[in-house]
């Protein structure tokens, strides 16, 4: 007997819409559970999905296990197709909605995790003329460190993001929208909380332990005695370097915004802030080629308008 055949042989349906971005977001994300967030789904219903999937194309798609995630050979083709034909989508609805002056869609926004403390008029703002402009787009906004939110745009994971970017990047369009000050705090409990500031010294920092942050890994530091310091634990997370300067182990770098608004004033305090203090430049970041250009276009306009 000959292959069968393999069911979406015939015409598209919505259905298979929804499962190939599921799966698209599947490989995109690395497996099953990594992909859980993004998609908003339980791990179940999304193997359920993929199932239905390889049900529908008579293939084997991925395995998935003890060894991890992986993609089949078919399961690399139907990928690779599966990116042309949702990027023609987005091209027939963008094209479609020009014609109309309607905007239709979704917009994915990654955010830096804890960057709306002190910081959320503009973007609050430009989400509320957006709902206006768009309102029958679909927004999803999801938080992560600092620099996963460049990579998630690069990686057409997410639509636009704001972060501090590490380095200017030539696929990026970028929108400067605010600053947050950056403070080294050292928590109760630690030898020098109890110092009175007179009395403090620089020198005496390369006796103590540090959490690592973007800003003093290898190569990024913004001032030479960092380059000194010993770097005894790494935390990218605010919550996570937070946790670790509080327990009096550890000299940190925290937004004074958030020390603020999680009311930690009281149990941690900046050292030698003039000297190691500084700002970063929170940026909004957008591929300069992207299928969903007409959305990402109106959010920014929304943007700049709030700024």
């Not at 369009?173 to 009175?196: A, K, R, S």
């Amino acid at each position: 007997m000959g292959r069968k055949k393999a069911a979406i042989s015939g015409q598209l349906a919505d259905v298979d819409l929804r499962l190939l971005r599921v799966f698209r977001a599947v490989v995109e994300a690395g497996g099953f559970t990594a992909a859980e967030l993004q998609l908003n789904l339980a791990n179940s219903t999304i193997s359920n999905y993929i199932a239905d999937l390889e049900k529908r194309l008579d293939m084997r798609l991925c395995a998935r296990g003890r060894g991890g995630f992986s993609l089949t050979d078919q399961g690399i083709e139907v990928y690779e197709a599966t990116l042309e034909l949702l990027t023609a989508v987005d091209q027939f609805r963008n094209r479609v909605n020009r014609s109309h002056n309607r905007i239709f869609g979704q917009l994915h926004l990654g955010f830096a995790e804890h960057m709306l403390g002190a910081h959320n008029s503009c973007i609050v703002r430009a989400l509320d003329r957006f709902s206006e402009k768009a309102p029958d787009v679909r927004v999803q906004i999801t938080t992560m460190s600092s620099d996963d939110v460049s990579t998630a745009v690069l990686e057409k994971k997410v639509d636009i993001g704001v972060t501090v970017l590490p380095h200017p990047f030539s696929e990026l369009n970028t929108l400067d929208l605010f600053q947050e000050e950056m403070l080294l705090y050292c928590g109760l409990g630690h030898p020098l909380y109890e110092q009175p500031e007179a009395k403090l010294r620089k020198e005496e920092l390369l006796q103590h332990r540090f959490v690592e942050s973007p800003r003093l890994m290898p190569g990024r530091e913004l001032h030479p005695d960092m380059r000194l310091w010993n770097k005894q634990a790494k935390a990218h997370h605010q919550e996570a370097r937070a946790t670790l300067i509080l327990s009096g182990g550890y000299l940190g770098f925290l937004p004074k915004h958030l020390a603020k608004s999680w009311n930690l004033d009281a149990v941690m305090r900046p050292l030698f802030a003039r000297e190691y203090g500084y700002t970063n430049t929170f940026t909004a970041i957008w591929r300069k080629k992207h299928s969903n250009e007409q959305v990402i276009s109106a959010f920014t306009d929304c943007l700049q308008q709030s700024l």
